[in-house]
């Protein structure tokens, strides 16, 4: 009997204990209804969200272990990055100015042949990491070498991720062949099966790098278990051209006779796209992750998001990689960047409004990798993946609309707070997981030996 | 005798005194050289730059009353600003996504006409110079109403303005007939001549709201007093159309038949140029203040950078006004995106590059403004105006080029210092002259009027 009333005066008075309380002036949670909370708080209780709503009520339903309150900011949703190379921080900006393909076969190829290592590979992760956390990025997507080494990177630092082992034709610093690489993603899939942070991918680099058995190859090893296939699909019009040239189909049908596309994929940067080839994308429900500043600063082309999205494609955002294509992880530039771009792209203003943009870097970046119903929202049963962006800049106000904030007046260096799968890794400001003096130390050691390395 | 000799002493052998010294990791002097001094150091005393050089030599030479040491910053010249509408951060982000014509008639015009005041004007400037110190800008150009407050306010905050007292045909917040804005204009001309960091200039506001009268007028105006016009120049289709049907010319055309052009002007925006129109800009000595992020976001079009630098026109940058063009005053932003804008329209990757974009940013901009022998670089003689830029952050290493650095990874967040005619009016990002709460206080105050004021 007393068991009972002590029971049920536990669940109807007192405060339930969760592990973790942030506040704000608003919640923009992302959710169906697009609801923002004034004076809204979430509970957090292990990896998962428990509860979303008015800070009154979520201060008399519980209490809290650890409490984020931060009356002067917007709580959002964590950023999703869905396209990166996060150890190319080591080779920022180190050839700038120059078309994709020069860039890539003059300096990033024989530099990456020169340096990368899994040493270097951990030192760029970690430095990337870093960057992308402080900004606000709370799950990226990669695609590089020794992708192990990142992944465990990653998880050290409690970051979320979906990374890519990349399969290539041409001997790379991890593998010499193809079967090399394919043998090391599986081991890779099989490393990081059922981990809590990191989905391990196979990543055949392009249509273009690969025989059509690899890429077959790699599809096949995605279906077994149960993984995205991550792939760089028609970002230049000489892949476009050659495609067409070479096989008579752009590159999208060519990968989907390949069969490339049966099962969850993930296109990165999309350009150069045939009206065909954005209605195969959506009846094959391959995601599509938008990379606006590399798009730009390679002159790679513009690719054509309102379209896409009017045709159901999911859209993500991507930073690519910092060496040239970018220079940075900074996901409110690419939200900034994709609003813009597009607007005059179609020379009208009222394309991709600010919403829409925001939806990009979170539920929209979600459901490009297949994990809406995990992450990309506050909602209660989520991971708890969300961030605090502090409205005290002089940047940062007056506001008038929370959305056109976040994505035409809010800045990376705004971002004051980051939970992780329940987990707090800023605070104020300050890293929590990683010691930034240490991966300052070890990126610029790296930076001396690509320094000499590249021919300029 | 002995008078003699301690002379001869001070000055063989002792420091010579100045006010300040910076010194830092890099002085990126933006001079006819592009020297970049590694170790660099500048000394300043009164308004003036005395010297640059290596940190040691200069610290041989001079003893300074006040010390700036950056052992891992840029020090480069202050940003110069050769666009803008300071008041309307009040505005930041009120009417979004929308046309230039409609944004301006539904919105804009109406809810200055309900809220712009001398003190609405002051808020909104101190808000604005606030945001632009902190993120590098030490010149800004500057076209809006009650420009004599704006004036007052921007000289108490120690930073160096062109400031334009708008001219314009219907009746606004600070004067009722294009007459009483003329009369304005010379009033405020006379009062701040010879000021040591106001230019007063008259700022008519474009071809289209303007009747020839009066842009004859504030020609006449500007060149009795020795100062640049300001005006809006060939911004969207639509004026470009209208002129046509209209004069059977193109806006700079008819400006140019008008005898607007005859005299020191700054045309803003020029995005619809024929190849008539350059030659036009180019032998009239016209500067042009190239709004990347406006032109985007208003889909207003892209104006032909490249081609303007190649027939000698004289090219700045301008953030525009935060009202739904832009919606801040980052020229570190605007650098980011003129590059990358640039590259995308001409699909030439190695279109504008970065060391371009800075010498926009900095000498360029002093070039628009008439006043390169003045600011612009860092070199003896010159006003010292200069910023330090940390590379602290990891967006911000490794580095290998400092150009590429500035316009591609460094943000407004990483100014940490402000020199402005030889005073520190920011250090270790904190602003010296301004109380950011009170800005703060007065700011939203004014924003509660204009969320009244806007039907959305």
Redesign the interface.
Known sequence: MFRILVSLGLSLYAAEPVDLIVSGKHVVTMDGGYRVIDGGAVAVRGERIVAVGARAEIDKAYKARKRIDRPNALITPGLISTHTHAPM??L???A?????QE?LEKYIFPAEAKNVTPDFVRAGTN?AV??ML??GTTTYTDMYYFEEVIADATAKAGMRGVLGQTIIQFPVPDAKTPAEGLSRTEAFLKQFAGHRLITAAPAPHAIYTNADDTLRASRALANKYGVPLLIHVSETKREFDESKAKRGLTPVAALAKLGVFDGRTVAAHGVWLEDADIGTLAAKKVGDAHCP?S?????S??APVAKLLKQGVSLGLGPDG?AGS?????LF?EM??A???Q??A??????L??RTVVEMATIGGARVLGMEKEIGSIEAGKRADLIAVSLD???A?????VY??LV??L???DVTDVVVNGKLLVEQRKALTLD?AK??LA??R??GA??NS?VR
């Open positions: 921080s080591l920022r900006g180190v700038d100015d120059l078309r994709l860039w430095l870093l960057e402080l900004s500043s798009n730009m600063k390679l002159a082309g513009i910092p970018n220079n940075d992880f900074n530039e900034d960047l609003g813009k771009l607007k005059i179609t020379m009208d203003p009222e394309t409004p600010a800049a002089p940047h106000y007056p506001m008038f609309n056109s904030q035409n007046a800045k990376g260096s930034a991966v300052r990126a610029e790296y930076a690509v320094r590249v």
